[in-house]
């Protein structure tokens, strides 16, 4: 939507500092309704200001610890970086590991919901540090393991491809079987066969999947029939044919070629209730506008 992108750009770009200032006002408020909280949260996301990134978590923290806050403040403390990122997600990882798992009539549960909105997240959302991190807690701490392993292996980069192959190879080894098959990769944004959610990896995630591999990967605890066979299935998952690169390349750049386009939907849902807190902005008041016709 170039109209929708256009109007948020042109904020961002002429209000920015206007923007942080009142976000930075509004965001550890205790009386934010839910539709506040998130788009406030959002736009703190869009602006990816370091600044910012405390006030999110104070947010969270503030809503009792409305799960439904936390894929959106994960997103937006991780894309924002600064020196404080790792303190900052630590701290929502710690609301994460307490979220239910309890299942409602249809099977669903509040860390299912996490998951999904984990793995919808653009491709190129957290930086190499970022994911590093995400990594180390992960495997530190088994209870977020669930729900952090999607978020990894939904990024595009050599390292979270790597954990892919580590975490399917680690898998099979414990079911007793001796090889990676392709299924094992389906469910996954890098099998060219699911054309609504494949995403073509970049040259160098593809590179660390190469046929011979990293001669890191074989020296791995999960054994290195396993981990070579990993390695060796999500290469052949992830290059499979040129055709199929081709014809889904147009899906990929719809579908993760913006860094916004993850949240941008979502944020036009809340954005109004934030937009008439923040009153002294014109294109906020015409983005309000445009939410209620668009609702």
């Not at 509004?26 to 959002?42: K, N, S, Y």
């Not at 999110?56 to 970086?81: F, K, M």
Request: with cysteine; aromatic share 8%; proline share 5%.
């Amino acid at each position: 939507n170039t109209w929708r992108d256009n109007i948020l750009f042109h904020a961002f770009r002429n209000h920015r500092e206007r923007l942080i200032a009142e976000l930075r006002d509004i965001l550890p408020r205790h009386e934010l309704t839910f539709d506040q909280a998130c788009g406030a949260i959002l736009l703190a996301g869009y602006l990816a200001a370091p600044e910012l990134s405390f006030a999110v978590v104070r947010c969270v923290e503030n809503s009792n610890g409305n799960w439904r806050l936390l894929p959106e403040a994960i997103w937006a403390v991780g894309r924002s970086g600064g020196e404080d990122v790792h303190a900052l997600l630590d701290r929502l990882f710690v609301l994460l590991q307490d979220v239910s798992n309890e299942k409602d009539q249809h099977g669903w549960s509040p860390r299912h919901s996490i998951v999904r909105a984990f793995g919808d997240m653009s491709p190129r959302t957290f930086p190499a540090e970022v994911v590093a991190h995400i990594i180390r807690r992960a495997e530190e701490q088994p209870k977020l393991q669930d729900v952090l392993f999607p978020l990894i292996h939904a990024m595009d980069l050599p390292v979270s491809l790597e954990h892919l192959a580590r975490h399917k190879a680690a898998q099979v080894s414990a079911r007793g079987k001796t090889e990676v098959s392709r299924i094992d990769f389906f469910f996954s944004r890098w099998d060219p066969s699911n054309d609504l959610r494949f995403v073509r990896p970049s040259d160098a995630s593809r590179d660390r999947c190469e046929p011979c591999g990293n001669p890191q990967l074989r020296i791995q605890s999960c054994g290195p029939q396993h981990l070579q066979s990993g390695v060796g299935q999500l290469t052949r998952t992830i290059f499979h044919t040129c055709d199929k690169f081709q014809t889904t390349h147009h899906n990929s750049a719809r579908l993760c070629g913006n860094v916004l386009n993850w949240a941008i939907p979502v944020a036009f849902r809340h954005c109004a209730h934030v937009s008439a807190m923040i009153l002294g902005l014109p294109i906020l008041r015409i983005m309000s506008g445009a939410l209620i016709c668009l609702r």
